[in-house]
T-cell receptor, first 110, second 110 residues
């Protein structure tokens, strides 16, 4: 069975500090992995996906198949990065449904 | 672009009462639609998904049911609510640009 684990429920850093939100997955097939973000009073939205290999709002995430991880990183956190972050895995079967991790709340302090 | 409309935003219902949450999709035809629930302190759990009218798949056994009477309408229902049904319910759909989420309904069963 597929599973996505985000070990930290809350991550608090100071503005300008590096940030890493951890995500580990278990899946027997070839996963497609995503990071979703929910800012205060906004809808859940896609931040980035591993197949795009892009940097969004300064965030990057590399899929490490050996460690089955997809950690989200940003070298210098900003206050506006404070939000709830969800790592998700697409099983690629009927419906392409997403399996979500438990989420990590990032708080960036001034 | 695809937009997911979901209502109501908040709902307080007594135990044993019925439930009907509606989700409608704008901007896409024949989307895959999903109902997720986030219970307090837990991640997003997939409840139901639908790949077309009248086609519903359930991911977990529960006190809830779903229906898709029209291509762009997805309804989450219960005949008798339990206290454990309290949570945050999200409707999502897949379109040309991946997943789009509704704004969610916070259900409190009292």
């Amino acid at each position: 069975a597929q599973r996505v684990t985000q070990p930290e429920k809350l991550l608090s850093v100071f503005k300008g500090a590096p940030v890493e939100l951890k995500c580990n997955y278990s899946y027997s097939g070839s996963p497609e992995l995503f990071w979703y973000v929910q800012y205060s009073r906004q809808r859940l939205q896609l931040l980035l996906r591993h197949i795009s290999r892009e940097s969004i709002k300064g965030f990057t995430a590399d899929l490490n198949k050996g460690e089955t991880s997809f950690h989200l990183k940003k070298p210098f956190a900003q206050e506006e990065d404070s939000a709830m972050y969800y790592c998700a895995l697409s099983r690629g079967n009927a419906g392409n449904m997403l399996t979500f991790g438990g989420g990590t709340r990032l708080m960036v302090k001034p | 672009s695809q937009t997911i409309h979901q209502w109501p935003a908040t709902l307080v219902q007594p135990v044993g009462s019925p439930l009907s949450l509606e989700c409608t999709v704008e901007g896409t035809s024949n989307p895959n639609l999903y109902w997720y629930r986030q219970a307090a302190g837990r991640g997003l759990q997939l409840l139901f998904y639908s790949v077309g009218i009248g086609q519903i798949s359930s991911e977990v056994p529960q006190n809830l049911s779903a229906s898709r009477p029209q291509d762009r309408q997805f309804i989450l229902s219960s005949k008798k609510l339990l206290l454990s049904d309290s949570g945050f319910y999200l409707c999502a759909g897949t379109g040309n640009r991946g997943y789009t989420f509704g704004s969610g309904t916070r259900l409190t069963v009292v």
